[in-house]
């Protein structure tokens, strides 16, 4: 199953591409209102968190079991073994509440909503209460092509370490994220059930983040996750800002927390500068640009201001500065 969520957001691709087609000799069948079926989802996750515990191994493995009263066990939002949060995310006019455990944060890197991870999964169908996807092995996905709940989630998470083993022995990982995260359908499938996934169910998973590639889905030599970042020439009253126990966010000048603001476009293009290979639009390539004197690119932290200096941590880089060749 390791194409699942390939496979499945292909199909939300197709089913996307297809309604918005009149040539369909079918009416399509309406979706239904999002915050209504968030309301339904919600209440069943809320259920489900006052009736269910989890256990997990010293690996974090993770099992979940209906509480019995006389079990001597405590529902998922009252264990004091863990912490039951949630995160707030906007999306199609809803703003979702996501229920996630942190069993463990990690200690390596952490990816951003643009990267690819490395994780072992188990997939819990609320309501089938009944497992419909796992991976024992870990297996890689690009998070922008699954389903959206997981980038907002795995986000907070961090890799661990690896140790190779020699002959095939030994080999492990160690101090890697692993959580739970409670997703209501429509940050999932909504209506696209398939297999043992029913339409409109939330879904559980319970997660370990064992590696990850940071990617330059633009190939200009600057990871996306540092296009992202600061860019004090268009805009200097939003700023990026990392969290440790939160996503990378966006403040204003006030601090406040600014949702509205697409990916970073220095250029003002209409491409976001993760996606432009001239992010600054002065005909000169980024790559060129971030050329050091060996030939070679610098890395982003670097990356010199016009005047060749590397020192200030928020200088304006040479290739996001259009007065800069
Ligand atoms: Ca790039
Ligand atoms: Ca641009
Ligand atoms: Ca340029």
């Known amino acids: 199953m390791n194409n699942f969520f390939k496979i499945l957001s292909v199909f939300v691709i197709c089913v996307v591409v297809a309604s918005c087609s009149k040539t369909s000799s079918a009416d399509p069948i309406a979706l239904r209102d999002y915050k209504e079926q968030y309301t339904a989802d919600l209440a069943l996750i809320n259920t489900y968190i006052d009736t269910h515990y989890i256990t997990h191994d010293a690996d974090y493995n993770v099992t979940f079991d209906t509480l019995i009263p006389t079990g001597g066990h405590s529902s998922i939002r009252t264990d004091t073994a863990f ?140 990871l996306s996750k540092d296009e992202r970042k600061l860019d004090p020439l268009v805009n200097p009253l939003i700023r990026w800002k990392e969290n440790p126990s939160d996503n990378l966010y966006k403040i204003d000048n006030t601090g406040a927390v600014v949702t509205d603001v697409p990916f970073l476009d220095t250029d003002g293009d209409g491409y976001a500068n993760m996606y432009d290979i001239d992010d600054d639009g002065d005909h000169v390539l980024t790559r060129v640009e971030i050329k050091n004197p060996l030939g070679g690119l610098y890395l982003y932290n670097m990356i010199p201001d016009c005047g060749g200096s590397a020192t200030d941590p928020n200088r304006v880089r040479k290739h996001i500065d259009a007065a800069c060749h």
């Not at 200690?107 to 169908?125: C, E, H, L, M, W």
């Not at 209460?129 to 922008?144: E, V």
Request: aromatic share 16%; glycine share 12%.
């Open 83 to 222: 912490q039951l949060r949630d995160t707030t995310v906007l999306q199609n006019g809803v703003n979702y509440k996501i229920y996630f455990i942190k069993f463990r944060e990690g200690t390596k890197n952490r990816p951003t909503q643009v990267d690819s991870v490395n994780v072992a999964y188990k997939g819990i169908n609320l309501l089938k209460s009944a497992t419909f996807d796992q991976a024992i092995t870990p297996t890689w996905f690009r998070l922008p092509e699954v389903i959206s709940g997981w980038s907002h989630i795995i986000t907070n998470f961090h890799t661990g370490t690896y140790t190779p083993g020699t002959g095939g022995n030994g080999t492990s990982f160690d101090n890697f994220g692993a959580g739970v995260m409670f997703l209501p359908s429509g940050l999932a499938y909504y209506s696209n059930g398939a297999g043992n996934i029913s339409s409109y169910s939330p879904i559980i998973f319970s997660f370990k983040l064992y590696e990850l590639r940071y990617r330059d889905q633009d190939g200009d030599g600057v």
